[in-house]
């Protein structure tokens, strides 16, 4: 029985890209865009869909995953000026997850004052309670959850873009 235990382990190395665990870690990115004119408010909303089985590394191995974590949520500029009238010099707000297009959504984190940089990379603390949550939606078919920005800026007009980073581990499911 101990020699079948540890083929299994072998197994699940290998099928987890070859390393001394029994997972694989992964990150999503969602790309999010502030416009707000003149004469708009200094604070929006956006909420975009994560579909995991779009995801390759999550694709190939969806079938023998046992559970999800989440390891990390980060925000990184990607575009700090995408019109030349944007005057906005830093972004603030939460990063939330909910399992509709409409549905309440749940504080994963909270950030402050991320300079609009070209690449600034801000790594934030996220709630337990909220990760979890987001580790069911994504284990459940379709595999599918939103991920919503509500960001506030210190100026308007503010236009450019940042990715909000959620890394995840999944662990296999080894019996």
Not at 6 to 20: D, Q, T
Not at 91 to 114: F, K, W
């Amino acid at each position: 029985m101990h020699m079948k235990k540890l083929a299994v382990l072998a197994l699940a190395a290998s099928f987890f890209g070859g390393c001394n665990c029994v997972g694989r870690e992964f990150t999503i990115k969602k790309t999010f865009t502030v416009n707000a004119g003149a004469q708009d408010a200094l604070c929006q909303d956006e909420r975009l869909e994560v579909n995991l089985a779009d995801d390759s590394a999550f694709a190939s191995v969806k079938s023998n995953i046992a559970s999800i974590e989440v390891r990390g949520v980060a925000v990184r500029v990607k575009n700090p000026k995408i019109q030349d009238d944007s005057i906005v010099t830093k972004g603030s707000g939460e990063v939330r997850i909910a399992d509709s297009a409409t549905g309440a959504a749940s504080t994963l984190s909270t950030y402050g004052d991320v300079a609009i940089t070209a690449e600034n990379y801000k790594q934030i603390e996220f709630d337990k309670e909220a990760a979890n949550k987001l580790a069911a939606l994504a284990l459940k078919p379709p595999f599918t959850f939103f991920i919503e920005s509500h960001g506030c800026n210190d100026a308007v007009p503010a236009r450019y873009s940042f990715d909000v980073e959620l890394t995840l581990y999944a662990s296999a499911k080894l019996f």
